[in-house]
């Protein structure tokens, strides 16, 4: 079976656009598909996601499930598990790293979600 070819017809919109407005139609449609996912990515994360930013934060894969696992426990992963780490190292004047240890292995469900008002997400 041949394909019959329509390239011709499919680029007529295309046609009298110079380089750079080819290239900023290109441009325009990437944003038009990416936008949605960019604003999906805001206000929705996964523990899988989660894990990956607390690695890159340099935890071991092990501290960053048990640190994920605890922030659920809280049901505080909405307000992103490394930023939970992040502010009780700044409300603590302690290391990052530290501050993950600490929610690994001591009960600081209180202190923490007083750090985010309670515990309560508000929408930006």
């Known amino acids: 079976m041949k394909r019959e070819d329509d390239f011709e017809v499919r680029r007529m919109h295309l046609a009298d656009l110079s380089e750079e407005q080819l290239e900023n139609r290109f441009w325009e449609l990437c944003y038009k598909i990416v936008d949605p996912l960019v604003e999906l990515s805001k206000y929705n994360t996964s523990p899988s996601i989660e894990r990956s930013v607390l690695l890159r934060m340099g935890f071991s894969s092990i501290e960053s499930k048990k640190i994920v696992d605890?922030?659920?426990g809280m049901n505080l992963l909405g307000k992103g598990a490394g930023n939970v780490v992040y502010r009780l190292s700044n409300e603590r004047n302690i290391d990052i790293?530290?501050?993950g240890c600490l929610i690994i292995n001591e009960d600081l469900e209180?202190?923490?979600k007083s750090l985010f008002n309670g515990g309560e997400i508000h929408e930006a």
Request: glycine share 0%; aromatic share 0%; no cysteine.
């Open 97 to 99: 790293h530290d501050a």
């Open 110 to 112: 209180s202190e923490i």
């Open 70 to 72: 605890k922030v659920v």
